[in-house]
C-alpha cells in the first residue's frame, strides 16, 4: 500500500483521498497477483478437439498448425480426434470443458448449422468465444470415372430428364460438402438422392471404385485423388475459379446464378475462457498463418489460410447461422 501524506484538506476531501488511494492500490496489487499467472500460459499441453476422424481436412490442418503452435507456446498441442454426431460430440465435450485455453476445439461450418439442423443440439452458440479463422476453401463436385456425364451442364440435364435417380455421396449429413450440394440442387431445382458417408475419405473411395456416381467433398480431401486422375473434377463451389484447380469451372458459370459456398475452418473456446489468453492464441497462431512454408502447404490442398482478430471468426460464425437456417427451413432438412 502506498504512503498517504497527510495535508490540510477538509475531513470530504481527504476521506475521497484516502478511498481514491486505496482504490489504485487495489488494482494495482490485483494485476500484480494476476498477470504473473496469465504470463505462465500456457505451463501444460493444449489439447485441440477435432470433431471429425484422422485423414481429413481439419485433422491435416490442425496438425499443420498444432506442431507449429506448440513451438511458439513451449508446450505439446494434442490433437483429439472425436468424430460422430455431425460434429456433436465433440462441440458438446469442448463445451463443457474448463474455460482455461487448455481445451480448444477446431471446427467449421457444421458449428453454426448443427443448432438448426437438430432437433435437440446438445450446445448453443454462446457457449463459445471465437479465438481466430484458420482457413477458407471450396467444395467441388466429382464424378466418378464411370459416371454417365463428364460436365457439370451434362448432369443437370440428366437430373432435368431423371429427377431423382442419381446418388450423391458426401461426407455426412449437415457437413459442409453437403450443404453445398444441397444449395446448388436447390437454386438449381434439381432432386437427387442423397448417400451420406461418415467423411470424405469413404464417399471418395466409393467414387474411385464406380459404387457411387457423384460425391460433394471439400477440394482439399478431393484434391490429391483429382490430380491422380481417379475422379473428375466438375465444378468447384467458391465464387471465382480456384487457383490450385484454373481449369475447373465454377457452378455459377454453369449455372448462371450467384452460387457460392466455401467451408472454412476456425478454432474456438469455451466460453468463459481469460481473454488475455484468447488474445495470446490469436497472436501466436495468426503468425502462424503467415509463415510461407504453411501457405504453400494450404494452397497445394485446395485450401487458403485467413486468419485475422477474433471479431472476424465471430462474424463468420454469424453469418453462417443465418445462411445455414435459411437453407434448413427451405429444404426442409431434420436430423435426430
Known amino acids: 500500500m502506498p504512503i498517504l501524506t497527510q495535508r490540510a484538506v477538509a475531513p ?12 489504485t492500490a487495489a488494482v494495482a496489487f490485483a494485476s500484480v497477483a494476476v498477470s504473473p499467472a496469465l504470463a505462465a500460459y500456457p505451463d501444460k499441453p493444449i489439447r485441440v478437439v477435432v470433431p471429425s476422424s484422422p485423414g481429413g481436412s481439419a485433422d491435416a490442418v490442425a496438425r499443420l498448425v498444432g506442431e507449429r503452435l506448440s513451438r511458439a507456446l513451449g508446450q505439446p498441442v ?15 465435450a469442448v463445451a463443457k470443458a474448463a474455460p482455461d485455453g487448455y481445451t ?12 438448426s439442423l437438430f432437433a435437440k443440439a446438445p450446445y448453443k452458440l454462446d457457449d463459445f468465444v471465437p479465438v481466430i479463422e484458420l482457413t477458407r476453401g471450396p467444395s467441388v463436385f466429382v464424378a466418378a470415372n464411370n459416371a454417365p456425364f ?6 443437370i440435364a440428366k437430373a432435368h430428364a431423371e429427377p431423382g435417380t442419381i446418388g450423391f455421396g458426401s461426407p455426412g449429413i449437415g457437413l459442409p460438402s453437403h450443404i453445398a450440394f444441397e444449395m446448388f440442387a436447390r437454386d438449381a431445382r434439381l432432386s437427387f438422392v442423397h448417400v451420406p458417408y461418415k467423411g470424405s475419405g469413404p464417399a471418395l473411395a466409393d467414387a474411385i471404385g464406380g459404387q457411387v456416381p457423384l460425391v460433394s467433398s471439400t477440394l ?12 473428375r473434377a466438375l465444378a468447384v463451389t467458391s465464387a471465382a475459379r480456384w487457383p490450385s484447380l484454373p ?5 455459377a458459370e454453369v449455372n448462371g446464378t450467384q452460387y457460392r459456398h466455401l467451408t472454412w475452418l476456425g478454432i474456438l473456446a469455451p466460453r468463459g475462457t481469460p481473454p488475455a489468453v484468447v488474445a495470446r492464441l490469436n497472436t501466436e497462431i495468426d503468425k ?3 509463415q510461407p512454408d504453411l501457405i504453400a502447404t494450404l494452397e497445394g490442398q485446395g485450401t487458403l ?9 465471430q462474424k463468420v460464425v454469424d453469418e453462417e447461422y443465418v445462411t445455414s437456417r435459411a437453407l434448413v427451413q427451405s429444404a426442409k432438412l431434420r436430423a435426430e
Open 78 to 92: 494434442v490433437v483429439d480426434n472425436k468424430g460422430g454426431g455431425g460434429g456433436n460430440i465433440a462441440t458438446e
Open 288 to 290: 502462424i498463418l503467415k
Open 150 to 155: 463428364r460436365t457439370l451442364r451434362e448432369l
Open 12 to 23: 470530504g476531501r481527504r476521506l475521497s483521498a484516502l478511498l481514491a488511494a486505496s482504490l
Open 220 to 231: 482439399a480431401a478431393a484434391m490429391p485423388h483429382i490430380k491422380a486422375g481417379k475422379v
Open 104 to 115: 480448444l476445439l477446431l471446427t467449421g461450418n457444421n458449428h453454426a448449422l448443427n443448432v
Open 247 to 251: 481449369d475447373t469451372p465454377t457452378v
Open 305 to 313: 489460410p485467413i486468419g485475422g482478430p477474433a471479431t472476424a471468426m
